[in-house]
């Protein structure tokens, strides 16, 4: 990653998410990041895991591709960690809420453990 790359911030990752900004969200990401995501097709005991910024880049893009609502409405950090809650709502009505807890290093995102509950 380039020093002109964006460095991890609330704000940051606000105005990617609720933009829907696959690429502005993908360059907040180190090159060997991981991400797990815990949701009702993936309990804890078998998480989603996403190996890379280019595995990382085909989720965000899948996500920022449907046609759905996305709002931060909390975040905090620090030098090592960020972390903040997120509420997601499709047209058919369909709630979706996230949590997540960011490991920051380099003022990149190195780990980000997501759960997610869905209606229904």
Same mark, same amino acid.
């Given at each position: 990653?380039?020093?002109?790359?964006?460095?991890?911030?609330?704000?940051?990752?606000?105005?990617?998410? $609720?933009?829907?900004? *696959?690429?502005?969200?993908?360059?907040?990401?180190?090159?060997?990041?991981?991400?797990? %995501? %815990?949701?009702?097709?993936?309990?804890?005991?078998?998480?989603?895991e996403i190996d890379g910024r280019a595995?990382?880049?085909?989720?965000?893009?899948?996500?920022?591709?449907?046609?759905?609502?996305?709002?931060? $409405?909390?975040?905090?950090?620090?030098?090592?960690?960020l972390a903040f809650t997120e509420s997601?709502?499709?047209?058919?009505?369909?709630?979706?809420?996230?949590? *997540?807890?960011?490991?920051?290093?380099?003022?990149?995102?190195?780990?980000?453990?997501?759960?997610?509950?869905?209606?229904?």
């Open positions: 990653m380039s020093e002109s790359s964006p460095r991890i911030s609330v704000a940051a990752l606000k105005q990617a998410i $609720e933009g829907r900004d *696959a690429e502005a969200l993908l360059r907040l990401y180190a090159d060997d990041a991981k991400m797990v %995501i %815990i949701d009702r097709q993936h309990p804890p005991s078998a998480p989603l595995a990382i880049g085909a989720y965000w893009h899948d996500v920022c591709g449907r046609a759905m609502t996305h709002r931060i $409405e909390a975040g905090l950090a620090d030098d090592t960690h997601c709502a499709y047209p058919d009505g369909t709630r979706v809420f996230c949590s *997540a807890m960011l490991d920051i290093a380099g003022g990149r995102i190195t780990r980000q453990v997501t759960l997610q509950e869905w209606d229904g």
